[in-house]
């Protein structure tokens, strides 16, 4: 069954980097786009941007380029995200989930990021 | 991208159905057929609930449909059960490889 683990909760500095990762299993790893979406404690989704799996290109939403870094390591069916420069508004819950036609039918469990000084 | 706009709240009874709105763009959800809508209950991750603006994925009840004209997309739930009740989140493609979500609404099954 396709599953994606992430990493477990962190706490980072304000300033500080945050990677977490999204282990996938249950499915041809470089078949299917891999998107990072975020929630924010009681808000919403907010999409964030997607790494082809396959090519390792990647696509980002405006508010973080420049300080987003998707990557994968194919030989460990494992994505990444890291985001740099963390503010308090940061703080929030990380999900990866696997593309279908520009929808995410599998979820991770969810990453826990908490930016405090 | 500014956010879809969904209403933050919807409300029935169990056995009624209840529409869900999501208002776009002409660059969003008006120029492609890739709405989907998500449900989230609470400390989840959320589910696919509708794709490609009206596709279930296998295992969703027929309960669950969706539609769009224009630049807004629909959910609607029939047959309300208590289990429904959730957080409700449209997405649409927006064009140069970028989504954008919608604010989301919270379904209560009165």
């Known amino acids: 069954q396709v599953q994606l683990v992430q990493s477990g909760a962190a706490v980072k500095k304000p300033g500080a980097s945050v990677k977490v990762s999204c282990k996938a299993s249950?499915?041809?790893?470089?078949?299917?786009?891999i998107h990072w979406v975020r929630q924010a404690p009681g808000q919403g989704l907010e999409w964030m941007g997607w790494i082809n799996p396959n090519t390792g290109v990647t696509h980002f939403s405006q508010k973080f380029q420049g300080r987003v870094t998707m990557t994968r390591d194919t030989s460990i069916t494992t994505a990444y995200m890291e985001l740099s420069r963390l503010i308090s508004d940061d703080t929030a819950v990380y999900f990866c989930a696997r593309d279908i036609t520009a929808a995410a039918n599998f979820w991770g469990q969810g990453t826990l990021v908490t930016v405090s000084s | 991208q500014s956010a879809l706009t969904q209403p933050p709240s919807a409300s029935g009874s169990p056995g009624q159905s209840v529409t869900i709105s999501c208002t776009g763009t002409s660059s969003d959800i008006g120029d492609y057929e890739f709405v989907s809508w998500y449900q989230q209950h609470p400390g989840k991750a959320p589910k696919l609930m509708i794709y490609?603006?009206?596709k279930r994925p296998s295992g969703v009840p027929d309960r669950f449909s969706g539609s769009k004209s224009g630049n807004t997309a629909s959910l609607t739930v029939s047959g309300l059960q208590a289990e429904d009740e959730a957080d409700f989140y449209c997405s649409s493609y927006a064009g140069t490889n970028t989504w954008v979500f919608g604010g989301g609404t919270k379904l209560t099954v009165l």
């Open positions: 490609e603006v009206s």
């Open positions: 249950g499915y041809i790893f470089i078949d299917y786009d």
